[in-house]
């Protein structure tokens, strides 16, 4: 059975950090791409960030330079650090794996930015 549990997520004063993490299960998770997605309310779910099978990463350029992406494969896991957050990055942050055909997503962890 594939599960991607997503954690760390809360209540950060603009400025501050998170770091996400995803642990997976049930797929050959060093073969998977491995991406982060966000939602906020009545607005679609964008990719944030992404990580290769070979650690080859891209980010969305509203997280450049904040954002970073990482992935243990010892551990079946991913992260997402993220630093200087904004108020504009509340959302719903959601985990994604693929290993062809396959897509597979978390349930999410919400990030709220506010003073």
């Known amino acids: 059975q594939v599960q991607l549990v997503e954690s760390g997520g809360g209540l950060v004063q603009p400025g501050g950090s998170l770091r996400l993490s995803c642990a997976a299960s049930?797929?050959?998770?060093?073969?998977?791409?491995m991406s982060w997605y966000r939602q906020a309310p009545g607005k679609q779910r964008d990719l944030v960030a992404a990580?290769?099978?070979?650690?080859?990463?891209n980010y969305a350029d509203s997280v450049k330079g904040r954002f970073a992406i990482s992935r243990d494969n010892a551990k079946n896991a991913v992260y997402l650090q993220m630093n200087s957050l904004k108020p504009e990055d509340t959302a719903v942050y959601y985990c994604?794996?693929?290993?062809?055909?396959?897509?597979?997503w978390g349930q999410g962890t919400q990030v709220t930015v506010s003073s």
């Open positions: 994604n794996g693929r290993v062809a055909p396959y897509s597979y």
């Open positions: 990580i290769t099978s070979g650690g080859n990463t």
């Open positions: 049930g797929f050959t998770f060093s073969s998977s791409y």
